[in-house]
């Protein structure tokens, strides 16, 4: 599917009625926190047992094993009877401060106009500086003493919560803490006796398995739709910074974001998030929700340390492409996650670890990618031994890693300007790295290589994704200082694919391209 970027996509639960329009084609249902996938790894590392009620008090299912009772011959109503008292509607409002009309433009401000109209000019009404924007969400009540599971963007700023029972009982919600980075939020009402969903493994979830999404959309009222598991660990959207979605075709729209996506045992698998919309902002089959076991995991984070805390190894990754597999001599298939960057003084680095490993293993379980890894390392606390399955020059070795906490990330976009120069069999052009231009795009003095100045349309160098203002430090595996250390190694290399370091910003990546 096309279209998936931060761009084009927005959470259901910032539409609020005719108050707010929707500024993208995708639409983010007013949907749920982004569950982190499966939660393979606990605080102690190991898988969790769901059965019973769990340590914190919250219930989890035993068995997520899809029921064989409820078809569409007898229809879905006792799952929907079980399920629907624990979602409730939330109604939130945020104040948007806004300057007022006078404020935007000095002409309003103008004396001798001010003298004949005071301030109120013929045709401009004042804006007030502050407004009061509504939203409407859902959520799922996971305790019976008043744990709400919602999104982050649902209550995201929020001066007030108003929180709706399908028994008509509203109480005050409180928000006892979000995560902004999976979009999962914490609220607390204060009750007892509550109707509770209880959570399924989210990790048994399979393509095809019936799935019933509950909540409130366009604030109508509580509302349910069925349809089936169309994928699972959707990622790379530009939704989230953690995405492991479940997709579903069961109808959400706006007001559906924290909502449920229950199985046919009525039990919690997904927090609806987003969907994928088209002009109109509604429903086209193609829905997004947080895997239960993330949200679980995010809320027994947030109700023990009052934040989510993840680890660390202190590396950059990117994936491995056929290309990528074929310049790195990794055996089978594309797979694993390749080092890009090593932090100095990070786990990684006391670990051994080098640009150019590809990690294909975490404790001893396949790693399929580097959203996969990023994933599973976030799970884990700060402190956590782990061993790594590394693959360098054509051998496979493991490598034993201690995390630290996850520090607030940082991107910096900088744009250079660049003179035409020859271009290669690649379809770039390149020239000298200057200390000037070192600076212009925020890289520490004494760094090395050469600045792409140009990159042809259509070429190879373009489809790989070769940028203008990367700077190229390395050919094949070797450094590059100089357009004719640059020019030297691609003449050698002939008509084979070359592979690329690239720097663009301060984050390494690696790129291969063939010629022609």
């Known amino acids: 599917m096309r279209g998936f970027s931060r761009a084009n996509v927005s959470k259901l639960a910032r539409e609020r009625g005719a108050e707010m329009k929707p500024k993208s084609k995708i639409v983010v249902a007013v949907l749920g926190a982004v569950c982190l996938a499966a939660f393979w790894f606990t605080r102690g590392g190991a898988v969790p047992v769901f059965s019973g009620v769990s340590p914190s008090g919250f219930h989890v299912s035993a068995d997520n094993g899809t029921s064989s009772e409820p078809s569409f011959a007898n229809g879905f109503a006792p799952v929907a009877s079980k399920a629907l008292p624990a979602v409730v509607n939330i109604a939130s409002s945020r104040i948007i401060r806004t300057p007022?009309?006078?404020?935007?433009?000095?002409?309003?401000?103008?004396?001798?106009?001010?003298?004949?109209?005071?301030?109120?000019?013929?045709?401009?009404?004042?804006?007030?500086?502050?407004?009061?924007?509504?939203?409407?969400?859902?959520?799922v009540i996971v305790s019976a003493d008043g744990y709400v599971l919602t999104n982050h963007h649902v209550v995201e700023n929020a001066v007030d919560?108003?929180?709706?029972?399908?028994?008509?009982?509203?109480?005050?919600?409180r928000v006892i803490g979000t995560d902004p980075r999976t979009d999962v939020a914490v609220i607390k009402i204060e009750a007892s006796n509550l109707p509770v969903l209880s959570f399924g493994d989210s990790?048994?979830?399979?393509?095809g398995d019936f799935a019933l999404a509950i909540g409130n959309p366009?604030?109508?009222?509580?509302?349910?739709?069925?349809?089936i598991i169309s994928a699972t660990g959707r990622?790379?959207?530009g939704i989230e910074d953690y995405e492991d979605f479940i997709q579903t075709d069961a109808a959400v729209n706006p007001g559906n974001s924290g909502g449920a996506l229950v199985n046919v045992r009525g039990e919690l698998i997904g927090i609806n998030t987003a969907i994928l919309s088209g002009a109109g902002g509604g429903n086209q089959g193609v829905g997004f929700a947080i895997p239960a076991n993330m949200a679980h995991a995010v809320m027994a984070e947030i109700l023990k340390h009052g934040k989510v805390t993840r680890g660390s190894i202190g590396v950059g990754i990117q994936p491995v492409t056929p290309q990528i597999a074929k310049a790195f001599a990794l055996p089978g298939n594309a797979r694993g996650a390749l080092v890009v960057d090593v932090n100095p003084n990070s786990?990684?680095?006391?670990?051994?670890?080098?640009?150019?490993?590809?990690?294909?293993?975490?404790?001893?379980?396949?790693?399929?990618?580097?959203?996969?890894?990023r994933l599973r390392i976030s799970l884990l606390p700060p402190n956590t031994s782990i061993?790594?399955?590394?693959?360098?020059?054509?051998r496979e070795s493991e490598v034993s890693v201690t995390l630290t906490e996850l520090a607030a990330e940082k991107h910096a976009e900088v744009e250079v300007p660049g003179k035409a120069a020859p271009s290669t069999p690649f379809g770039l052009s390149v020239q000298a790295l200057t200390s000037q231009v070192t600076r212009q795009l925020g890289l520490p003095a004494g760094t090395t290589g050469v600045l792409v100045a140009a990159v042809d349309p259509g070429s190879s160098a373009e489809e790989a994704g070769v940028q203008h203002g990367?700077?190229?430090q390395e050919v094949d595996r070797k450094p590059v200082s100089t357009p004719e250390q640059f020019s030297g190694a691609i003449q050698r290399s002939g008509k084979q694919p070359v592979l690329l370091l690239i720097n663009r910003g301060g984050n390494h990546l690696y790129v291969a391209l063939s010629a022609g």
């Not at 709706?164 to 005050?172: A, I, T, V």
């Open 100 to 139: 007022s009309a006078r404020g935007q433009s000095p002409f309003f401000d103008d004396p001798v106009l001010r003298r004949f109209f005071g301030d109120e000019f013929p045709g401009q009404s004042q804006v007030p500086r502050e407004q009061r924007a509504r939203s409407r969400g859902s959520g």
């Open 161 to 173: 919560i108003n929180i709706s029972l399908g028994d008509k009982r509203e109480f005050k919600g």
């Open 203 to 207: 990790s048994k979830v399979k393509v």
């Open 218 to 227: 366009f604030g109508v009222g509580q509302t349910v739709t069925m349809g």
């Open 235 to 237: 990622a790379g959207l």
């Open 347 to 373: 786990p990684a680095e006391h670990s051994g670890i080098l640009r150019g490993d590809i990690i294909l293993g975490l404790n001893g379980t396949p790693v399929n990618d580097s959203q996969d890894l």
């Open 387 to 394: 061993k790594l399955q590394v693959f360098r020059d054509g």
């Open 470 to 472: 990367d700077v190229i």
